[in-house]
């Protein structure tokens, strides 16, 4: 069952905050994040496992609400290399061969 | 760590020509690889899950007579269109994953850079 992004796009200004979230109508096991740009592929920003739990690498940060089914991840002070689309994928279940299902993606433009 | 390449990056062929698409982790043993469409300004479509030495898993839809799928080693797997069409254009990308945490997480997919085919 895909995820739930939103917004669909973002328009901001550089040194502007963003926040896109990602849900599910059932309990998930873990939610990942990627970044595309135009015509190269997704890279991995981070995973979030646990309930509760928060994230960060520099001014990029998510969480993963108690409940499981709610991600949201937060663009802090954007900088022009954030432009992108954004895109979570979620497992339902650990495995190795468990399957990512991706959202439709949340363009970000950030403009100078 | 954790690099995966695709190769070709670019193909063009005629409509009925097959073409090969390869998949390898350079620095870390896949035991899971996963193939993907992207159509233009459109999410990630999974096609198929690939287990090292196992038959792949075909999502509905995918005709897997057409996308054939090997995974004949822990670093690579291969995609091969079949007879490709016009409408077998698009934007192809594998990722792969350790399922067993080796040297990278354990429940990451990396992705490949992709492959741009087109049928003409």
């Known amino acids: 069952q895909q995820p739930v992004q939103s917004p669909q796009a973002v328009i901001l200004r550089e040194g502007e905050d963003a926040v896109i979230n990602c849900s599910s109508s059932k309990a998930l096991y873990s939610v990942h994040w990627y970044r595309q740009k135009h015509g190269e592929a997704p890279v991995f920003l981070m995973i979030l496992l646990k309930g509760g739990e928060q994230k960060g690498h520099e001014k990029i940060s998510a969480s993963f609400n108690e409940k499981k089914q709610q991600s949201s991840l937060y663009l802090t002070a954007s900088q022009l290399s954030y432009s992108g689309t954004y895109f979570c994928g979620t497992e339902r279940a650990q495995g190795g061969s468990e399957k990512l299902v991706f959202g439709k993606g949340t363009k970000l433009t950030v403009n100078p | 760590g954790a690099v995966v390449s695709q190769h070709p990056s670019r193909v063009i062929c005629k409509s009925g020509t097959s073409v090969k698409i390869e998949c390898r982790s350079l620095d870390f043993q896949a035991t899971t690889m996963f193939w993907y469409r992207q159509f233009p300004k459109q999410s990630l479509m999974l096609m198929a899950t690939?287990?090292?030495?196992?038959?792949?898993?075909?999502e509905q839809g995918v005709e897997k007579d057409k996308f054939l799928i090997n995974h004949a080693s822990l670093t690579l797997s291969t995609l091969t269109v079949t007879s490709a069409h016009p409408e077998d254009s698009s934007f192809y990308i594998c990722?792969?994953?350790?399922?067993?945490?080796?040297?990278?997480?354990?429940?990451?997919?990396?992705f490949g850079p992709g492959t741009r085919l087109t049928v003409l």
């Open positions: 990722s792969a994953r350790d399922g067993r945490g080796g040297r990278v997480q354990t429940d990451t997919q990396y």
């Open positions: 690939s287990n090292e030495g196992s038959k792949a898993t075909y």
